[in-house]
């Protein structure tokens, strides 16, 4: 059962411009949503992380966006470069013991 | 200096053999895991380890048998591969478990069975 539904697949965006990946969750329960950042040849990487009682955190030019009501968020990341280009993950914890449950990811590819 | 780091990165056997791949992580966290990302970039956390001490155990073939032998190290053992086991297998650890701490992944042992 896929928990946390990510969107879409793969992404092509030009240089300088917004990407924008987008996930939903089904379990109320979920209090922690990070995004891990993926290179090529590379284990993921935490890239920004938000919990449920701020519906947004911005680091640089990533953004997380956060709607409670609606359980979904998003990943933006602003003036895209190719330095971006790597697969995306989003992920959610239901507290306990870090138990991360990922979606199924998002490849990005920034052209410049 | 490596901060998770796995051996080997790269394993190729055949079907029915076994195999171990080993993790070390010299963060001094008391937290690891084994992750399996599947053809599909999927990733599914299989096992997760606090003070030696087995936490977490995903539904998993019971082929699949984790080993901490201390806190820096984990290790996966293997019996009797089957196709369906290759994947890349990613160990990480944490300073605890719970949801406000990060995980710090190794590179991946790529695992193909043929």
């Known amino acids: 059962q896929q928990q946390v539904k990510q969107s879409p697949q793969s992404l092509i965006v030009q240089k300088g411009g917004i990407s924008i990946i987008n996930c939903a969750y089904e379990?109320?329960?979920?209090?922690?949503f990070p995004w891990y950042q993926q290179f090529p040849g590379k284990g993921p990487a935490l890239l920004i992380a938000?919990?449920?009682?701020?519906s947004e955190k911005k680091e640089g030019r990533f953004t997380i966006s956060f709607n409670k009501s609606a359980k979904q968020f998003s990943l933006h990341i602003m003036d895209s470069q190719p330095g971006d280009s790597a697969t995306y993950f989003c992920?959610?914890?239901?507290?306990?013991?870090?138990?991360?449950?990922f979606g199924a990811g998002t490849r990005l590819a920034v052209h410049p | 200096d490596t901060a998770v780091s796995q051996t080997p990165k790269y394993l190729v056997t055949q079907m029915g053999n076994d195999k171990s791949i080993k993790c070390e992580q010299n963060?001094?966290?008391?937290?690891m895991y084994w992750y399996k990302q599947d053809s599909k970039k999927f990733l599914k956390i299989m096992f997760s380890?606090?003070?030696?001490?087995?936490?977490i155990n995903e539904t998993v073939p019971n082929r699949f048998s984790p080993k901490s032998p201390d806190k820096a190290h984990l290790n996966l053992h293997i019996n009797s591969l089957e196709l369906g086991d290759s994947a890349v297998y990613f160990c990480?650890?944490?300073?605890?478990?719970?949801?406000?701490?990060?995980?710090?992944f190794g590179p991946g042992t790529r695992l193909t069975v043929t």
């Open positions: 990480a650890s944490s300073t605890s478990p719970g949801p406000l701490y990060e995980q710090y």
């Open positions: 379990n109320t329960a979920f209090d922690y």
């Open positions: 938000i919990r449920p009682d701020v």
């Open positions: 992920a959610a914890d239901s507290g306990g013991y870090n138990k991360l449950i």
């Open positions: 963060l001094g966290h008391d937290t």
């Open positions: 380890y606090n003070n030696k001490e087995l936490i």
